[in-house]
Nanobody, 120 residues
């Protein structure tokens, strides 16, 4: 059973930075990985995804030039570096992985989420 655990969330002021981590319980090299987020009262939203090798990424327009996804298959981890944070980035952030390609919208395995709050 795949387990994903997110960490790194917290409270940050607008314009600040946070780095989220996702640790997988097993090897990640066979899985595309992604970050999603869900704000209170809103639908879940795709944030960014990375290919199995780490060579390909795709992202939502709302995070372009601000968020960067990366992965380390040797450590079975994925990161999301978030810069220039805005109040509208406030959400619970989830990592996910799936054996389909990183451009697929379907992900089979999900973490429990980590809360990010951007507020002054």
């Amino acid at each position: 059973q795949v387990q994903l655990v997110e960490s790194g969330g917290g409270l940050v002021q607008p314009g600040g930075s946070l780095r989220l981590s996702c640790a997988a319980s097993g090897p990640t090299s066979s899985y595309a990985m992604a970050w999603f987020r869900q704000a209170p009262g809103k639908d879940g939203e795709f944030v960014e995804a990375i290919s199995k090798s780490g060579m390909g990424t795709t992202y939502a327009d709302s995070v372009k030039n601000r968020f960067t996804i990366s992965r380390d298959n040797a450590k079975n981890t994925m990161l999301l570096q978030m810069n220039s944070l805005k109040p509208e980035d406030t959400a619970n952030y989830y990592c996910a992985e799936d054996q389909r390609g990183y451009t697929s919208p379907l992900y089979a395995y999900w973490g429990q989420g980590t809360q990010v709050t951007v507020s002054s």
